[in-house]
């Protein structure tokens, strides 16, 4: 079962099931009041121009619309995960099928995603980012310096192991902007991977590994017109290669993104706010332990754009939060011993936040 994604006006669910007329998987709809099923999109409609069988799906994803489909297909391995591999766009009312990045190596893209109105595709390839209209076939690239030590839009090693950072560009909600991460490995001492199984002789792996009092790759963020152009870097005070960016977001409005940069010891995590076209930048919200803290994953900006929900542990126990991105006013909203495990939901019109707690 799965990948499931829910359809953009909650009338169903699509998921993957193989398929009986081709070597494949149908994308299926089925409705959770009544159980009914219907085949969406056939495997028999994902067969390439010139190939006699369809790709398999890995993943895909519906644009905001629901008239088009990414595919992704063909993955490779990276780090941990598959990462890369080709990008297909189904258009459902016409049934074109086009490959995404047509210069692009096989198997090379990653993390694409639709822009917000589903007419372009924001994509990672041989460490750049690009967009491709979707129309047009016209592709631009927002990055040109990606190397094998300088990665934009992805990340490194070790981002990707503790903070589990692998896709690392965000569309603004309105669509004109594209906020990414750049890691630059340059002087990470490499580590050697010997590998005695796969081959008659051993083959040896290089890649970037720091350790403990080592050097570290250097982090930034930076803000790029989707339309190409120069990219605005946040002005962030302090050693980039000291300092960690676990989290970063459109901050409930196209004008600002919401980042968490933690210090090398990790006891020190700030909530900060940048600003498109400036690069300026602030802190809303500061957390400091004795020991160490984690990145928080379940930030969600309310409705209003003013304040967010924030996992704190600076009472002891682990609870929810509301903070204002003033920075001014944090308030407890889930007093109590116990430790909060994860936010499921935020009913703002009835006033409810729904959350999964324990007392150990």
Same mark, same amino acid.
């Given at each position: ?7 953009s006006?909650? =009338?169903?669910y ?7 007329a081709?070597r ?20 028999t409609?994902?067969?390439p121009?010139?190939?006699?069988a369809? $790709? ?10 629901g ?7 063909n993955?490779?391995r ?13 258009e ?13 190596k096989?198997?090379s893209l990653?993390?694409? #995603?639709? +822009?917000? !109105?589903?007419t /372009?595709?924001?994509?990672v ?13 016209? &592709?631009?690239?927002?990055? *040109? ?5 300088? &990665?934009?839009?992805?990340? *490194? ?9 692998? !896709? ?5 909600? !309105?669509g #004109?902007?594209?906020?990414?991460? @750049? ?8 580590? @050697?991977? %010997?590998n005695?199984?796969? +081959?008659?002789y051993?083959t040896?792996?290089? $890649? ?8 570290? =790759?250097?982090v930034?963020?930076? &803000?790029?017109?989707?339309g ?6 946040? #002005? ?8 960690? &960016? ?7 409005? =196209?004008?600002?993104?919401? $980042?968490?940069y933690?210090? /090398?010891?990790?006891?020190?995590? /700030? ?17 400091? *332990?004795?020991a160490?803290?984690?990145a928080v ?5 309310? +409705? *209003?754009?003013? =304040?967010?929900?924030? %996992?704190?542990? /600076? ?12 920075g001014?006013g ?7 011993e116990?430790?909060?495990v994860s ?9 409810w936040?729904?959350f %999964?707690?324990?007392? !150990?």
């Amino acid at each position: 079962f799965g990948p499931a994604r829910w359809l953009s006006d909650g =009338s169903g669910y699509t998921t993957l099931e193989f398929s009986d007329a081709a070597r494949g998987r149908d994308i299926v709809r089925y409705d959770p009041e009544t159980g009914a099923r219907e085949v969406l999109v056939p495997a028999t409609r994902l067969i390439p121009e010139g190939e006699t069988a369809p $790709f398999w799906i890995s993943d895909y994803e519906w644009s905001e619309d629901g008239s088009m489909l990414l595919i992704f297909t063909n993955t490779r391995r990276v780090w941990r995960e598959n990462t890369r591999g080709d990008y297909w766009v189904l258009e459902l009312a016409t049934g074109k099928l086009q490959k995404l990045g047509r210069d692009a190596k096989p198997a090379s893209l990653m993390f694409a #995603k639709f +822009s917000p !109105d589903g007419t /372009r595709v924001a994509y990672v390839t041989e460490n750049n980012v690009y967009v491709e209209d979707l129309a047009s076939g016209n &592709i631009t690239h927002l990055t *040109d310096d990606g190397s094998e030590t300088l &990665i934009n839009g992805t990340s *490194d090693w070790v981002n990707e192991e503790e903070f589990f950072l692998r !896709d690392c560009f965000r569309w603004s909600p !309105d669509g #004109k902007w594209i906020a990414y991460w @750049q890691f630059d490995t340059e002087g990470v001492h490499r580590f @050697q991977l %010997i590998n005695n199984i796969d +081959s008659l002789y051993p083959t040896l792996t290089s $890649f970037p590994y720091p350790k403990a009092g080592t050097k570290n =790759s250097a982090v930034r963020l930076g &803000i790029v017109s989707a339309g190409g152009g120069a990219t605005t870097w946040l #002005k962030i005070e302090g050693d980039p290669r000291e300092h960690y &960016i676990p989290r970063m977001e459109w901050a409930a409005n =196209s004008n600002e993104i919401v $980042f968490q940069y933690m210090n /090398r010891l990790q006891n020190t995590n /700030r909530v900060m706010l940048g600003t498109v076209g400036t690069g300026e930048v602030r802190t809303v919200l500061t957390e400091t *332990d004795a020991a160490w803290l984690d990145a928080v994953d379940d930030l969600r900006w309310l +409705s *209003d754009g003013e =304040s967010f929900t924030w %996992i704190s542990e /600076r009472d002891g126990w682990r609870h929810v939060y509301v903070a204002p991105r003033t920075g001014q006013g944090i308030r407890l909203v889930t007093p109590g011993e116990y430790d909060v495990v994860s936010v499921e939901a935020v009913d703002e019109e009835g006033g409810w936040l729904y959350f %999964i707690a324990s007392p !150990d």
